[in-house]
């Protein structure tokens, strides 16, 4: 079993930057993908940005390629996503996932991840 605990959301302007981590318990941290997710009022929870196993493989979705840089640091078991030039849109709960253990699904995907955080509030004002 993991658990994943998520901090570092928070309020700030248009433009601004937050750091969000996820720390996991476990022993196996360092075989499993890890995703951060985020959903927003009213809308489905979607893919943001994976990391593989070794850090080396890293996936984002579109809407934040360019801003957002996720990684993970594999002796503390925590991952890392890091959002600069943040807007409105991504106003949302961001969740922390894992996949099982030396898992091989698709890292973009939802039903890829076995293990959820609670999640942290990120909310950016105009």
């Known amino acids: 079993q993991v658990q994943l605990a998520e901090s570092g959301g928070g309020l700030v302007q248009t433009g601004g930057s937050l750091r969000l981590s996820c720390a996991a318990s476990g022993r196996t941290f360092s075989t499993r993908t890890m995703g951060w997710f985020r959903q927003a009022p009213g809308k489905e929870r979607e893919f943001v940005a994976a990391i593989g196993w070794s850090g080396s493989s890293t996936y984002y979705t579109d809407s934040v390629k360019g801003r957002f840089t996720i990684s993970r640091e594999n002796a503390k078991n925590t991952v890392y996503l890091q959002m600069n030039s943040l807007k409105p849109e991504d106003t949302a709960a961001y969740y922390c996932?894992?996949?099982?253990?030396?898992?091989?699904?698709?890292?973009?995907?939802?039903?890829?991840?076995?293990?959820w955080g609670q999640g942290t509030q990120a909310t950016v004002s105009s």
């Open positions: 996932a894992a996949t099982r253990s030396l898992a091989g699904q698709p890292p973009t995907i939802r039903n890829s991840y076995a293990y």
